[in-house]
């Protein structure tokens, strides 16, 4: 067929356009600093995952002789707890807890805010009033008080804290998924698509989600390191997973009174606390600037 | 007489306007009022106005994309309003719209190939008939498809977009094809393109257009006849050359006389219109033209003229060619 | 704009009541018979059946539901199970030093995160910019109790320079402010890693916008570039602002335990330790009521500043 040319339309080169997702990995490929949170994420992943078989030691098994050794101290890389246990293991071993702590949470409220909000921006009406009216009752409380009130009322332990922390991110996630199918479903291309014939679970499979996981994913990944944090906290007031268990948070609430006797190993639970909420938070700061859409 | 293959009576669409504190509704806008009308098989029927006076809303209540309060709708003798879903699912193939802002018409996510076949994959058609038929469509428009097929809309320049827009339209081979001020958002150059493209697409396939414009201009090149709108309702309608030649109702001529024009016998001294615009909220009682007609009567605040005719196929809503009000409806 | 007032008035109340309905229905959510929790463990039977029929928890739930709301209207939110004081008097207590510690932090978020953004946003793709977006990353990926437990650890127990626990047992405005710098600074990372972030970004947005770029080519003194870009995104740092406000009172939570700094949170923690429901519901209601207030006068203050905001 010829080439399209015609007054004020300029003739086309021939490329292979990229495809959106395509962009997305190249552009991702480029940023220096999201490779590196990527790259230290995958270290700390593996590392939890692995924990059984590389931490040196069994991670509730102390003595009392050697608690609090300092960091470097002999067959102890990173020192000892206060009940003598290996602080590498333990920290190994607390990852996977404070990981899947961190997060299930967000991983729930995606798929179930999502449907909620898709379901309540499309529909509109009735509907969208029932659940968004729903929703503002839950964002009247500050995350952090949520999530102690419904452990308080549920009590402790990581089924819980998974429960109460996934109901405070669903009404997040519902607001933003809401909105962007709001904004997308008044867009012609919809209007093109129902003109056509279409259903709706047609139009929403094909037109709407496409468009609007974008900005969702975006924002499930910055609730990433506050869910991390708050899972910590949680288990750091008590409420969270319970002793014996190691978890950071509750590590850091245990360790708290030694701080007189031994500086650094105190410190190092909420390092690791603090390293992984940051490599998720750069992680999502390059996947929206990366999702961006441009030109 | 065959019969009209799009026949409308009485529509009516108005939108709530709601305020307050509890969100009542406070007044009605009156997009649609009393629209009545016939399209004969073959023919482009013009429908024309400013911004405001209904016609986008009118496009999307043919096709029931927003449904009307009243009225009757008919396609080749069919009810439309009361078709069941599968039936309206069988009739959105015979009829089409082309919409006006080509940047937004398009998912900014699919390929133009998938955009296109996706209206094929909605109706059964399996998936690599469908892609087959996109790319022969887009062949027809003026897009080698192998270029742009696989692109994206945001690669793609207005008048290209609006050109994959027709073809999507056009791939279902709709009998009907309803637009709604396709050339609006283009330069001057490509809005001639792309209207002998749809010219060149109607006799090829026999179609039958509702095109939709506020340029006086492009809505005289195109119609057979013509539909004149103003704040919802129809003031005068007739052949394309009837209107050019003596434009009844004031509002008309006073389109006419702004439209730019070579033929000195067009250009009018003195224009028939004055007073600002109105809005669709409260239109003024009567004849809603009558706040800026330069020939406004005392009668024409009390109750609305009824279209008269006045000619052949000429017809006009205007005291200045009714002998008396009509009996109150 | 009245009307949008009106309106935001009439919505906050459906949520101040259905938060109401789940802080009430923690008690029983809670494992374990109700009465429980508000009566020590060692009570009779006899002692029991008469505190419940005293709570009425005898009675329909919904019954239940607007007894307890009526006497929270009043302001009688029950008596501690602990310490059998009024939870209302510790409640406020406890509040106003909660305030004074989210206050303060506020303030300095505020004011570094404004310096911060701005100066990130004027100096754009600079070594200050990458500078103070470094800083934003790092305050807002920091967990807030780590950070108190570090203070400590550097100014209290190393250096000795400021006291780790408590409000000041000595009276005087010094020894106070000793004891509130290191959880003020603790509290305030989080919201000025967010503040800076969002300063930045609307100056930018402002910054680019064509017209301002034809002032400043126009030649358009630095001084009112500022003044125009503070201005115009002082709707959105508003918002920001009031959230973290909320954020703070509600967060303090988990510094207040690391710090004992006798406030809400503190006493949040010490109803969690003590599993003292009533005091429990007492302070996540007074909290929660508190956010929803907040909430609404930042809506309310945002409207007058840029009426564009109101809509219907």
């Not at chain 2, 106005?49 to 809303?57: M, P």
């Not at chain 3, 929790?37 to 005898?58: C, H, L, N, W």
């Not at chain 3, 989080?190 to 100056?203: D, H, N, W």
């Not at chain 3, 910054?207 to 003194?221: I, P, T, W």
């Amino acid at each position: 067929m010829a080439v399209s040319v015609a007054l004020g339309e300029a003739p086309v080169v021939a490329v292979t356009p990229m495809s959106y997702w395509r962009t997305v990995g190249w552009r991702l490929s480029r940023d220096r600093a999201t490779l590196l949170a990527g790259g230290v994420l995958l270290l700390i992943a593996l590392s939890a995952v692995l924990a059984p078989w590389i931490a040196p030691y069994d991670p509730s098994a102390g003595s009392i002789r050697l608690r609090l050794a300092e960091v470097g101290a002999p067959g102890h890389v990173l020192g000892t707890d206060e009940q003598g246990r290996d602080m590498l293991s333990r920290l190994l071993w607390g990852g996977r807890m404070t990981l899947v702590a961190g997060l299930t949470p967000v991983l729930v409220a995606l798929v179930l805010g999502a449907g909620l909000g898709v379901a309540a921006g499309y529909v509109g009406g009735i509907t969208n009033t029932l659940i968004m009216r729903t929703m503002d009752i839950f964002y009247a409380f500050p995350a952090v008080l949520l999530a102690i009130a419904i452990s308080g009322a549920l009590g402790p332990g990581l089924a819980n804290t998974l429960i109460s922390l996934s109901i405070v991110f669903v009404p997040r996630v519902v607001r933003v998924a809401e909105s962007a199918t709001v904004q997308v479903k008044g867009l012609e291309y919809i209007a093109a698509a129902r003109a056509s014939g279409a259903g709706v679970r047609a139009i929403v499979r094909h037109h709407l989600l496409a468009n609007v996981l974008g900005p969702i994913l975006v924002f499930a990944s910055t609730q990433v390191s506050l869910s991390i944090i708050l899972a910590a906290g949680l288990s750091f007031l008590g409420l969270g997973v319970t002793p014996p268990a190691a978890e950071w948070g509750l590590m850091l609430n245990t360790l708290r009174q030694s701080i007189y006797v031994n500086a650094i190993v105190p410190a190092l639970p909420g390092l690791a606390i603090f390293v992984t909420s940051m490599a998720f938070n750069l992680l999502s700061d390059g996947l929206r600037d990366a999702m961006e859409i441009r030109g | 007489m065959s019969r009209p293959l799009l026949e409308a009576r009485g529509l009516r669409k108005h939108f709530p306007l709601r305020g307050g504190v509890l969100q009542r509704t406070r007044a009605w806008v009156r997009a649609v009022d009393d629209v009545s009308f016939e399209v004969a098989p073959g023919e482009t029927l013009g429908i024309v106005g400013e911004s405001g006076c209904g016609k986008s809303t009118l496009a999307r209540v043919i096709l029931r994309l927003i449904e009307p309060e009243a009225g009757v709708l008919r396609f080749d003798g069919e009810d439309v309003r009361a078709a069941s879903p599968s039936r309206m699912k069988r009739l959105r193939r015979d009829m089409q719209l082309v919409f006006q802002d080509p940047y937004a018409s398009l998912n900014p996510r699919l390929t133009i190939e998938d955009a296109i076949a996706f209206s094929l994959l909605v109706h059964g058609t399996p998936r690599r008939e469908a892609r087959e038929r996109a790319c022969a469509m887009l062949g027809r428009v003026g897009l080698d498809p192998g270029l742009h097929g696989r692109r994206y809309a945001h690669e793609l320049s207005g008048g290209q977009r609006q050109r994959v827009n027709i073809a999507r339209a056009l791939v279902l081979d709709p009998r009907l094809l309803v637009l709604d001020e396709p050339v609006s958002a283009l330069d001057k150059s490509v809005q001639a393109q792309v209207l002998n493209l749809l010219q060149d697409l109607k006799s090829e396939r026999a179609l039958t257009y509702v095109f939709i414009s506020h340029d006086l201009n492009v809505i005289e090149y195109v119609s057979d006849r013509v539909l004149v709108m103003y704040l919802g309702e129809v003031v005068e309608t007739g052949t394309a050359e009837a209107l050019a030649q003596s434009p009844k109702h004031p509002y008309t001529q006073a389109l006419f006389a702004s439209a730019p024009s070579m033929d000195p016998d067009r250009r009018m001294d003195r224009l028939p219109i004055a007073g600002d615009p109105p809005n669709a909220i409260d239109p003024p009682s009567g004849c809603r033209f009558r706040t800026r007609c330069a020939f406004a009567m005392p009668r024409c605040a009390e109750v609305p003229p009824r279209l008269v005719p006045v000619g052949a196929t000429h017809e006009v809503a205007c005291y200045l060619y009714a002998a008396e009000p009509a009996p109150v409806a | 704009m009245w009307v949008y007032v009106g309106r935001r008035l009439l919505l906050a109340i459906p949520t101040l009541l259905g938060a109401s309905i789940i802080v009430f229905a923690m008690v029983h959510l809670a494992p374990g018979d109700p009465i429980s929790a508000v009566m020590p463990a060692e009570s009779s039977q006899a002692e029991i059946e008469a505190t419940k029929r005293a709570y009425g928890f005898d009675r329909p739930l919904p019954v239940q539901y607007l007894v307890w709301l009526g006497r929270v209207a009043q302001g009688d939110l029950g008596k501690s199970v602990a310490t059998r004081r009024a939870v209302i008097l510790d409640v406020r207590d406890a509040l106003a030093n909660s305030l004074v510690l989210a206050l303060s932090s506020s303030l300095l978020a505020f004011v570094l995160g404004m310096a911060m953004g701005l100066l990130a946003a004027f100096r754009q793709g600079r070594a200050l910019d990458k500078l103070a977006s470094a800083v934003a990353v790092v305050g807002v990926s920091v967990p807030h109790y780590w950070a108190g437990i570090i203070l400590i650890i550097v100014f209290s127990v190393q250096l000795n320079w400021l006291p780790a626990m408590g409000a000041a047992n000595d009276p005087g405005v010094v020894e106070y402010l000793r004891h509130i710098v290191l959880p003020t600074v603790a509290l305030a990372l989080i919201p000025l890693g967010v503040i800076t972030r969002v300063v930045r970004s609307a100056a930018l947005d402002i910054l680019n916008q064509e017209f301002v770029l034809a002032l400043r080519a126009k030649g358009l003194g630095a001084r009112r570039v500022f003044a125009h870009v503070v201005k115009n995104s002082a709707p959105q740092i508003l918002t920001v602002l009031g959230l973290q406000f909320g954020f703070q009172l509600g967060g303090s939570v988990l510094v207040e335990a690391v710090f004992s700094w006798p406030g809400t949170g503190y006493l949040l923690n010490l109803a969690i330790f003590q599993r003292d429901i009533p005091v429990l519901q007492g302070v996540i209601l007074v909290l929660a009521t508190f956010f929803v207030l907040l909430n609404l006068a930042v809506d309310l203050l945002q409207t007058l500043i840029d009426p564009r905001i109101a809509r219907h």
